[in-house]
């Protein structure tokens, strides 16, 4: 499931960024998918998912807000952005999931990949930002270093593991 849910997220990202508003159907219909095959627990998933993509949106509308990142034409998200949140956070008890015990790999994540798909965002021309890209780096570096470590607090909460030690 790893490699189906990583390649799974690779494709609705590029999907989004390159298509638009377009490709949220195919999406959602991938979401869903992945919810009938691959979701364990079902209902405590779609909270995390739910929680995640809200806490993501909120910090992304923050950073519109200060003009870190400029939509063409938008005052709002997009909902591409929308979506793609709703997407990442299915990645978290899947092929994202072997950061669950590690603080460090969660920040170093966070930190140094993250930003990477607000690059390449950048570079596709979906986004611009009103700071130098080295400047944006950095923030979205401090921003997605912290964010990373409170969506695995918060799966720990949401998701609670059975450990079966006999």
Same mark, same amino acid.
């Given at each position: 499931?790893?490699?189906?849910?990583?390649?799974? *997220?690779?494709?609705?990202? =590029?999907?989004?960024?390159?298509?638009?508003? !377009? =490709?949220? +159907?195919?999406?959602?219909?991938?979401?869903?998918?992945?919810?009938?095959? !691959?979701?364990? %627990?079902?209902?405590?998933?779609?909270?995390?998912?739910?929680?995640?993509?809200?806490?993501?949106?909120?910090? %992304?509308?923050?950073?519109?807000?200060?003009?870190? *990142?400029?939509? +063409?034409? @938008?005052?709002?998200?997009?909902?591409?952005?929308?979506?793609?949140?709703?997407?990442?956070?299915? $990645?978290?008890?899947?092929?994202?999931?072997?950061? /669950?015990?590690?603080?460090?790999? /969660?920040?170093?994540?966070? !930190?140094?990949? !993250? +930003?990477?798909?607000?690059?390449?965002?950048?570079?596709? %021309?979906?986004?611009? =930002?009103?700071? $130098?890209?080295?400047?944006?780096?950095?923030?979205?570096?401090?921003?997605?270093?912290? @964010?990373?470590?409170?969506?695995?607090?918060?799966?720990?909460?949401?998701? /609670?593991? %059975?450990h079966n030690y006999a």
């Amino acid at each position: 499931m790893f490699f189906i849910n990583l390649i799974g *997220f690779d494709f609705v990202w =590029f999907g989004l960024i390159y298509w638009g508003n !377009a =490709f949220i +159907p195919i999406a959602f219909l991938l979401l869903g998918l992945h919810f009938y095959f !691959a979701a364990k %627990d079902k209902l405590k998933e779609l909270y995390l998912i739910c929680a995640v993509a809200s806490i993501g949106i909120l910090v %992304d509308s923050t950073l519109q807000s200060l003009r870190i *990142f400029i939509f +063409p034409e @938008l005052n709002i998200l997009p909902l591409w952005l929308v979506t793609l949140w709703f997407c990442f956070a299915a $990645t978290l008890c899947h092929s994202l999931n072997f950061l /669950q015990h590690s603080k460090l790999l /969660q920040w170093f994540t966070g !930190a140094f990949l !993250a +930003p990477m798909s607000y690059l390449a965002g950048y570079k596709l %021309d979906v986004v611009s =930002f009103s700071l $130098t890209v080295i400047n944006t780096f950095v923030v979205l570096s401090f921003v997605w270093g912290l @964010l990373m470590i409170v969506f695995f607090i918060l799966k720990s909460y949401l998701i /609670q593991e %059975d450990h079966n030690y006999a």
